[in-house]
């Protein structure tokens, strides 16, 4: 079974300051995907970024990095300088096992501040 | 821009009623669409995955009368919560992927239903 877990509910940060969102996964397969998807106030689920398991290359991408870490299992993501159009719900995702079936984390409500 | 579209955005209804939800792929084909359902603060719970031209196969759990779904082209799949009851209300968002390739497991996201039954 896959397993997703985004263990912070909310973070609130002020503007300028990096932050961390942290993503665990669990899986027995070993050729899987890992997503991380932005769920601004308006609904929509916004792509970041997909990852395969053989690449655990990070990868920066402007203000956005990630930090793919197969040893604890962890796909970590880094905003750095927030600014306050990142407030949103960000969603950690796992795709395993073939099939169609993204199994979401519960998401964490980050929340920058002036 | 969006290239999948959910209509409508939000929806209230009595109870006992039925409501059809629309996700359509703007840009690109999508023989296969997602169907979620998400709760205040909660994950996001694949309901259903629908097949163009095929029946829907459910997850566990879901009741395939209760939401009836529809793919009958390539670019549109739609949801109807049928006898819709206050437990149904819910955020209900769709996904499409697609058909041709080439943008690998990235999903494209309509901007979601919110249903209220009353």
């Known amino acids: 079974a896959q397993k997703v877990t985004q263990a912070q509910t909310e973070i609130s940060v002020v503007e300028k300051e990096d932050v961390t969102l942290d993503c665990v996964y669990e899986t027995r397969d070993t050729t899987y995907y890992l997503f991380w998807y932005k769920q601004p106030p308006s609904g929509e689920l916004v792509f970041l970024i997909r990852?395969?398991?053989?690449?655990?290359q990070n990868e920066i991408s402007g203000r956005y990095s990630w930090n793919f870490q197969k040893s604890t299992s962890s796909f970590n993501f880094t905003i750095t300088a927030s600014q306050v159009v990142d407030s949103a719900v960000y969603f950690c995702?796992?795709?395993?096992?073939?099939?169609?079936?993204?199994?979401f984390g519960t998401g964490t409500q980050l929340k920058v501040e002036l | 821009g969006a290239v999948v579209s959910q209509h409508p955005s939000r929806v209230i209804c009595k109870s006992g009623t039925s409501v059809k939800i629309e996700c359509r792929s703007l840009d690109f084909q999508a023989t296969t669409m997602f169907w979620y359902r998400q709760f205040p603060k909660k994950s996001l719970m694949l309901m259903a995955t629908?097949?163009?031209?095929?029946?829907?196969?459910?997850e566990q759990g879901v009741e395939k009368d209760k939401f009836l779904i529809n793919h009958a082209s390539l670019t549109l799949s739609t949801l109807t919560v049928t006898s819709a009851h206050p437990e149904d209300s819910s955020f209900y968002i769709c996904?499409?992927?697609?058909?041709?390739?080439?943008?690998?497991?990235?999903?494209?996201f309509g901007s979601g239903t919110q249903l209220s039954v009353l």
């Open positions: 629908s097949n163009e031209g095929s029946k829907a196969t459910y």
């Open positions: 990852r395969n398991s053989f690449d655990e």
């Open positions: 996904s499409a992927r697609d058909s041709k390739g080439g943008r690998g497991e990235k999903l494209f």
């Open positions: 995702a796992l795709k395993a096992g073939g099939g169609n079936k993204l199994t």
